[in-house]
């Protein structure tokens, strides 16, 4: 199945960009999950812990970066996770696409999921998955805000010489 | 399809239960089971430790005190369904359980299991949102009330944490005489509802609508009241303009979609349910 | 994992004899009834509540075995399908009339059958054939159709009140 989900991240397009794009960092904004090794040939594993009523999955899987390109800001993460207890898998190929709006930057997210096993069936299609999708997308997306927003005197500090710069650029063509 | 190992506990007192919910890491409570079982039978939770309620007899019983009806958590849905007082008081109660599984899952079956349970297409759930009901959870130090309106958290996730235990529901019957339904719409008698409608209704002396409620299950992860309608009808005989606008109240409503009916359809179901469940709430309320 | 196998000591009266075994926590009463005592006459349809092959009777009420722990019945009276009929081996009047109304065919929903209908007829002693359909609306029969089920059913009812 095909879920969308889109969030702003409260800095430019290119800070947010290393931000996406540095996947240890991300995980820790993820709700429920942990990154546990990154293996030599690029790689990351991890656990994802998700709770669907009274059924909780812990998903074992990997993850690897794909088709990065910086100048048009657009990458791909391809997964693959299975139930510790047997109940399922999952698949997902996410395309993200980053485009400054202002101050801050847009990132839409197209995830391409496929759900196998027990899991596949449970909540009767209750359109569960997507809700639950939609969820994590808003945890992560306010995390990884409270994220940046830390690490805030250091932009205020990139907006200050920027403006300077932009002050002294406006000088010179006068 | 069969349950994984776990421990075993049955406490033989409400303090005892409290106590194991408050100190055991990833324990489920067993009540009834009919939901339950069914889950560890497909091994889709696999708990390291079973609480069985079932030896804990503080926990059941019903209460009528004037119109105030406490149940206890583990009073059994047959228990519910058999009760003459509760019948009088609340004929709804009974109505709605016979659509309610089968005679032998309610046998087993609890109101606060529903409760905790909360799937989506319960009945109990809705006809406790009828009534604006309480339910009463605790933990070892503490006791809360929640109203139903603020029961449902998500998908199957009570307003509940995980040392927490239902330990009783009370509502309040309506008083002086008024009318009542439940309608479901089920693939088979006693599956889950694709919707499910209960009303209670009471008129005046010039037979206008005095008081409406109407509940819907199986279209949220909760109960959906529909206020907007229950205003609309206050004042106003139940005509087919009345029963019109409580229909279309019920058609606006945001509706689930999944294996059995789409979003459309159970919102299309909802305003027939409607329009049915007041009809026939408003010939009790008259007779 | 390694860890400790849960078991309990339970003791129960089964059709009217006492029996005592220690069981695994989680084994459920319809394992226990056909694994530890050999009363394979209680079926596993479905093993999550909706199939009815599994229904016996608990305390004299129509449970779902298979949805119970063997556990829970310690104490309790348990009467399955092989208990129904007299200790002489004389059918019961509802086994009667499903063998005359030729109320089954394969055979595997009829014990959950007779089990449910037991206990309904207690209770309903002078059903309609809606209530009967209601009564047995949680039993799966994929052969008979239920006609012949709910005919036998009426039957029996007829003839325990003629007894009465």
């Known amino acids: 199945m095909r879920v969308e989900n889109s969030f702003h991240v409260p800095a430019g397009v290119d800070e947010s960009w290393k931000i996406i794009t540095d996947v240890p960092s991300l995980v820790s904004c993820m709700p429920g999950a942990e990154l546990t090794e990154v293996a030599p040939d690029g790689a990351y594993r991890g656990i994802a812990r998700v709770k669907i009523g009274p059924v909780q999955l812990q998903f074992n899987g990997e993850a690897r970066l794909h088709d990065l390109d910086a100048k048009a800001r657009t990458m791909k993460v391809r997964a693959r996770a299975s139930d510790a207890k047997g109940r399922g898998n999952v698949a997902s190929e996410m395309a993200f696409a980053l485009a400054p709006e202002g101050e801050r930057t847009r990132v839409d997210v197209v995830t391409d999921l496929t759900l196998t096993g027990a899991v596949a069936q449970y909540g009767r299609g209750a359109g569960l998955i997507r809700e639950v ?22 932009r205020r500090e990139i907006s200050l010489l920027r403006l300077l710069f932009r002050a002294l650029k406006s000088l010179l063509r006068a | 399809m069969k349950p994984p190992p776990f421990t075993y506990h049955d406490p033989r007192s409400l303090a005892d239960a409290l106590r194991l919910a408050g100190t055991l890491e990833n324990a489920k409570l067993l009540a009834g089971g009919q939901s339950l079982a069914p889950m560890l039978n497909f091994r889709y939770v696999l708990p390291d430790h079973l609480i069985d309620l079932n030896r804990i007899d503080e926990l059941s019983g019903i209460r009528i005190e004037g119109r105030r009806i406490t149940a206890g958590a583990m009073t059994r849905q047959r228990a519910l369904e058999k009760h003459e007082a509760l019948a009088a008081l609340c004929p709804i109660v009974r109505e ?4 309610v599984g089968h005679f032998q899952t309610r046998n ?3 109101l606060g299991g529903s409760l905790a349970h909360l799937d989506p297409a319960a009945e109990l759930p809705g006809v406790m949102a ?7 959870v605790r933990n070892s130090s503490k006791t809360r009330y929640i109203h139903i309106g603020e029961w449902s958290r998500g998908y199957m996730t009570p307003n509940l944490e995980p040392d927490e235990i239902v330990t009783s529901v009370a509502w309040d019957a309506w008083e002086g005489s008024h ?17 499910g409608v209960g009303a209670l209704l009471s008129l005046d002396e010039r037979k206008l609508i005095r008081k409406a409620a109407v509940a819907l299950v199986g279209v949220a992860y909760g109960p959906v009241r529909l206020r907007a309608a229950e205003q609309a009808l206050v004042g106003k005989p139940l005509d087919d303009k009345a029963l019109d606008i409580a229909a279309a109240e019920a058609r606006k409503i945001e509706a689930k979609s999944d294996l059995y009916a789409s979003g459309d359809y159970r919102r299309r179901v909802a305003g027939v349910l409607v329009s049915r469940a007041l009809k026939t709430a408003h010939g009790r309320a008259r007779g | 994992m390694g860890a400790r196998v849960d078991k309990r000591s339970i003791a129960l009266t089964v059709n009217g004899q006492r029996v005592s075994r220690e069981v695994e926590t989680r084994l459920h009463l319809a394992d226990f009834l056909r694994r530890e005592l050999r009363l394979t006459g209680t079926h596993l349809g479905c093993e999550h509540g909706v199939c009815g092959a599994c229904t016996v009777l608990v305390d004299g009420e129509a449970v779902r075995s298979c949805l119970m722990l063997a556990v829970q019945a310690d104490g309790r009276e348990v009467v399955t399908t092989e208990g129904l009929a007299a200790p002489d081996g004389s059918l019961s009047t509802l086994q009667q009339a499903f063998w005359e109304k030729h109320g089954l065919q394969c055979g595997f929903c009829t014990p959950g059958m007779l089990t449910t209908l037991t206990a309904f007829l207690r209770e309903h002693p002078d059903p309609t054939e809606a209530q009967v359909r209601d009564a047995i609306s949680g039993n799966l029969c994929r052969c008979t159709g239920y006609a012949n089920i709910v005919a036998a059913a009426l039957d029996a009812a007829k003839r325990l009140r003629e007894k009465r």
């Open chain 2, 130 to 136: 009828l009534y604006d009901a309480h339910v009463e």
């Open chain 2, 96 to 99: 709605a359980l016979a659509e």
């Open chain 2, 108 to 110: 087993r079956g609890t």
């Open chain 2, 179 to 195: 009318g009542h339904a439940f309608v479901e719409l089920a693939r088979r008698r006693g599956d889950f509802a694709i919707v």
């Open chain 1, 133 to 154: 999708a939609n969820q994590f997308t808003k945890d992560f997306a306010a995390n990884l805000e409270a994220k940046v927003r830390q690490t805030a005197p250091v």
